[in-house]
């Protein structure tokens, strides 16, 4: 019965997750196609304006560009933003998106996106271009739920025989004034 249980709530969880999940993807296509680039940059979640600086190979081969505002001043800063290293962003210019990629480095003047390949989109590396990042629904974290989820060892599962243990963090194990007992808290099964 109370495997039955554990799995009813590992799947209403996959279930919640799914809808969050899809509850952020439609938020922020809605602010594309509803809110203007001048609205979104306000709310920190895109940078208007922005030229390439630089261009170089990463790891595994990727393209790394360097975004900066096209401000004709020398040192001029990114407006205040919610970006983060990590974050899926989309690179946009007039025409709309032209690729997606991952920000690795993020300053008060320049922004780093990583390109899985060297994508068919051309961008001018003269400086004359201006191209605005847009912060992406990012579902990395779904993705790593939802597959640790598939290896839990729950109930149902397991081997005959074998018992399900608790991870339990050190130091919370026992009571400082209950006895000491067994380090392998069983959770059913």
Known sequence: MASAAVESFVSKQLDLLE???????????????????????????????LRVSGQRTGLYGRLLLTFEPRRCAAGAELPSNSFSSGDIVGVCDEGGQLATGILTR???????????????FQLSLDGERAYRLLKLANDVTYKRLKKASGLLPLPGRLPAGSRLLCAVPEGSRHHPRAPRHREDHHCGG
């Open 106 to 120: 993020i300053t008060q003047r320049s922004v780093t996106v990583a390109f899985d390949e060297s994508h068919d």
């Open 19 to 49: 809808l969050e999940r899809d509850a952020e993807v439609e938020e922020r296509r809605s602010w594309q196609e509803n809110v203007s680039p001048r609205e979104l940059q306000s709310r920190g979640v895109c940078l208007l304006k």
